[in-house]
């Protein structure tokens, strides 16, 4: 299950699989590391969670950088 959830949810998120430390235990999926962008923490628990056999997924992810924003832009 390690190797599923690092190769198709990071590899095909553009994300660095060495960023992130994944820990399989009773089907419960542990992540830790950084991702490159905050909007990417989501997608990666959500694709996580989504693969055969996880039960749970457990995030303790950081970021480089804060692509996301609580406040409207200007002219929206």
Not at 54 to 74: C, E, F, I, K, W
């Amino acid at each position: 299950m390690k190797r599923r959830t690092v190769g198709d949810v990071m590899t095909r998120n553009w994300q660095d699989p060495a960023e992130v430390h994944v820990r399989v235990q009773e089907g419960v999926v542990h992540l830790t590391g950084r991702v490159e962008r905050k909007s990417l923490v989501p997608v990666v628990v959500r694709m996580t969670a989504a693969t055969e056999g996880v039960v749970d997924v457990v995030q303790n992810l950081g970021y480089d950088y804060a692509d996301t924003s609580a406040a409207p832009h200007p002219g929206v």
